[in-house]
């Protein structure tokens, strides 16, 4: 079974990493800008940093047969100052151009600042302008449910935004629901201490259904596992899951929303109705 990791920081990570990656049939990666261990003091850094994830990680990815993708923002965790966000922003559209970006991302929220919110909006406007999908980080543990309402209902309101071309990643058991009801992809994030363990993914599978659902292992700087992603793989193998709705969880879905993007490669192995039909939930919801 080949295997997509939508969510990985391999500027943190070994190049064992990949090698791990590729024995655990992994045929891409992709790597959306964030916070890279520590706060740049120039836009210059950005700069450095956009063209390191678009130069020479697909390089690096290439010597283990992946296929690294990158998406390019300021992300939010260095986006309350707005002089040096507006410096960042001016120069993202030349590498939008590049050949292995996907889109506007990871944007979102931190600490749910008006900062953060204003420097999120002019990505989501860019994005918009540019016709490119957005990959959004919605804040870890107790601002997780403020900032991932703020951003759904800036998104609503706006106008104009298609669900189908957002992904709203970290969703967990309480945010869930509002993102897919309204139409958006979401993402699972896997971290072998903290916050969503394969187990809890699973279950959120089961309740949710398939469709419009992601996960990824977020390789980063803190304690994180790309091989987590094949834990809730082999987790869903123990329940009994049948293998192409696995499949359709770790491969196709990946294929299905990266692919709105013509530089995306992988191919789904079949259309997403058929994947998706009679994959619905499991469980009721709570
Ligand atoms: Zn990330």
């Known amino acids: ?9 391999m500027i943190a990570r070994t190049t064992q990493d990949y090698e791990r990656m590729a024995r655990m049939h992994t045929v891409a990666c992709c790597e959306p800008a964030f916070w890279a261990g520590y706060d740049r003091t120039s836009a210059q850094a950005f700069y450095d940093y956009f063209t390191h994830i678009t130069k020479f990680e697909p390089t690096r990815a290439a010597q283990y047969l992946i296929q690294h993708y990158a998406w390019i923002c300021i992300n939010p ?54 016709d490119q999908l957005i990959w ?11 900032g991932t309402r703020m951003m759904l209902d800036y998104l609503k309101g706006r106008g104009g935004v298609d669900p189908e071309r957002v992904c709203f990643d970290h969703a967990e058991e309480h945010t869930l629901g509002m993102i897919r009801n309204a139409g958006f992809w979401a993402a699972m994030t896997i971290y072998p201490i903290t916050k969503n363990s394969p187990g809890r993914v699973v279950d959120a599978l089961e309740v949710w259904g398939i469709d419009h ?16 992603l094949h834990d809730a793989i082999f987790e869903m193998r123990r329940r009994g899951h049948p293998e192409p709705r696995i499949e359709t969880v770790f491969y196709n879905n990946p294929c299905y929303f990266l692919g709105q993007c013509p530089k995306f490669k992988p191919a789904p192995l079949l259309p997403r109705e058929k994947a998706w039909a009679g994959a619905a939930r499991t469980r009721n919801p709570a």
Request: hydrophobic share 40%; glycine share 6%.
């Open 136 to 146: 959004i980080h919605t804040p870890h543990l107790k601002d997780k449910l403020n």
């Open 77 to 130: 965790k260095e986006a309350d100052n707005l002089a040096l966000a507006r410096e960042v922003i001016a120069f993202i559209p030349e590498f939008l151009d590049k050949p292995t970006v996907l889109g506007i991302g990871e944007i979102g929220l931190n600490r749910n600042t008006r900062n953060e919110m204003a420097v999120f909006q002019e990505q989501v406007e860019l994005a918009l302008a540019r």
């Open 1 to 9: 079974m080949k295997v997509i990791e939508p969510h990985i920081h």
């Open 213 to 228: 659902m992601l996960v990824d292992a977020s390789g980063d700087w803190g304690p994180s596992d790309p091989g987590t």
